[in-house]
């Protein structure tokens, strides 16, 4: 696709449940950024890889985060044990290299109850 | 370590120009950013400049910065009702691998 996607767009859990949530990065972007947005904030970094690896991790709130970019496109954030204060928008954003601009998807809206 | 304000809420008449100000703390910062957020959609990179850049303009916007200040404006002239939104100023850090750190955003009205 022509921008970054992301999937879902929602998501309603229950509390202590697990979640994943994917972003599709630009064609050819090497650096992929995870943000996650709370209401009335603005976005607030989590985690960087280049290429496959995380070269920067040191936003996620806690080791219930965890995200891969196996492939090196593709990335999965994943969250275990979900918490009512995990509520928030996560972003999702790449660019072509490390000191590229950063574009971003629409988000996944994510919400426990 | 770093921080980025900006104003919470500007009104404007349409065809007024708008100017959003903010400011950084990090002074090893060498790109600042401008998005635009409207309702539940994703951010869009509106402009940035470079830090060792005092204005950048293109089309109707223009960029200040001051970097002594570490100051960062946003003008929007000829603004439209298409341009209410919230704005984002952002500083990248290059020692902390380019993550954005984001202010609180701006939410610009504009009255008809």
């Known amino acids: 696709g022509a921008g970054v996607s992301q999937t879902p767009s929602n998501k309603v859990t229950e509390k202590g449940k697990y979640v994943e949530l994917r972003c599709d990065p630009i064609?050819?972007?090497?650096?992929l950024y995870w943000y996650r947005q709370s209401l009335g904030q603005g976005p607030e970094f989590l985690i960087y890889f280049q290429g496959t690896g995380a070269a920067d991790d040191s936003g996620l709130p806690n080791d219930r985060f965890f995200a891969v970019r196996p492939e090196g496109s593709v990335s999965t954030l994943k969250i275990q044990r979900t918490e009512r204060g995990d509520s928030a928008v996560y972003l999702c954003?790449?660019?072509?290299?490390?000191?590229?601009?950063?574009?971003f998807g629409p988000g996944t809206r994510l919400t426990v109850t | 370590g770093e921080d980025v304000e900006q104003s919470l809420f500007l009104s404007v008449r349409e065809g007024d120009s708008s100017v959003i100000n903010c400011t950084y703390t990090?002074?090893?910062?060498?790109?600042l950013y401008w998005y635009k957020q409207e309702p539940g959609a994703g951010l869009q990179l509106l402009t940035y400049i470079f830090s060792n850049m005092d204005m950048k303009q293109d089309q109707r916007l223009t960029v200040l910065l001051n970097k002594k200040d570490k100051h960062l404006s946003l003008r929007i002239a000829d603004t439209q009702t298409g341009d209410s939104a919230i704005y984002f100023c952002?500083?990248?850090?290059?020692?902390?691998?380019?993550?954005?750190?984001f202010g609180a955003g701006t939410i610009l009205r504009v009255k008809s």
């Open positions: 064609s050819g972007h090497t650096a």
């Open positions: 954003a790449s660019s072509l290299g490390g000191n590229g601009e950063q574009y």
């Open positions: 990090d002074s090893s910062s060498t790109y």
């Open positions: 952002a500083e990248s850090i290059p020692s902390d691998g380019n993550k954005l750190v």
